[in-house]
């Protein structure tokens, strides 16, 4: 069954710890993405990542990192430097070319930190 | 990158015809356009892409003018299930390929 996962479902952080959220997909796809969606808002882009060893800074990178040594993983990574984490994360995968953006979504990380 | 603007809320009824339109009037050459549906609590679903004129599927179709500076997701004879958030997403697949914008959402309400 083909498809993009991402755990935990729910994430729970004290305030000054790391957090890493794992996204995982076996569609063969090469483009990566993170966005970060707050309640009643759209999804804004983290990060973003077109081919292994490679990736670029979103509109709110800041107080985030991310890595991409495998085409299957895009694990991201919130630190402590991310002054307002607590939101929904959601993870996407596309094709290279001309469907670059028909995304493809994980069922999301809610992330809580107090 | 573009900036899109989109209706925040649209009611209809089951079974009508639902237009929700988008503006981009900073579209780039190469940028294409992309709606997707979006339920509480999930990730979005892609629902129909396109560059330019008309492009229809099972689910939609997606008008967009000349000048491109906006589109039009059209779904047919909505139900119920219908109801969720519909965003318009504007994306370039030259030297920002990847660099996408969605818009703030529609929340659309089908009522019986």
């Known amino acids: 069954d083909g498809g993009i996962t991402q755990s935990p479902k729910y994430l729970f952080r004290k305030e000054g710890q790391n957090v890493t959220l794992s996204c995982e997909q076996n569609l063969n796809h090469d483009a990566m993405y993170w966005y970060r969606q707050d309640p009643g808002q759209g999804l804004r882009l983290i990060y973003y990542s077109q081919i292994v060893n490679d990736f670029q800074k979103g509109d709110i990178a800041e107080g985030y990192s991310v890595s991409r040594e495998k085409k299957e993983s895009f694990p991201l990574t919130v630190t402590s430097a991310q002054k307002n984490p607590t939101a929904f994360y959601l993870c996407?995968?596309?094709?290279?070319?001309?469907?670059?953006?028909?995304?493809?979504f994980g069922p999301g990380t809610r992330l809580t930190v107090t | 990158l573009a900036k899109i603007t989109q209706p925040i809320s649209m009611d209809s009824y089951e079974g009508q015809e639902v237009n929700i339109t988008c503006s981009h009037n900073?579209?780039?050459?190469?940028?294409?356009i992309t709606w997707y549906q979006q339920f509480p609590s999930q990730g979005p679903r892609f629902i129909i892409q396109g560059y330019k004129t008309k492009v229809t599927n099972e689910v939609a179709s997606l008008f967009i003018p000349a000048d491109r500076k906006s589109s039009t997701l059209s779904l047919p004879r909505v139900s119920l299930s219908d109801t969720a958030v519909y965003y318009c997403?504007?994306?370039?697949?030259?030297?920002?390929?990847?660099?996408?914008?969605f818009g703030d959402g529609t929340t659309l309400t089908v009522k019986p």
């Open positions: 996407a995968s596309s094709m290279a070319g001309r469907s670059m953006y028909e995304q493809y």
């Open positions: 900073n579209i780039a050459t190469n940028d294409y």
């Open positions: 997403l504007v994306g370039d697949n030259g030297t920002n390929a990847g660099k996408s914008t």
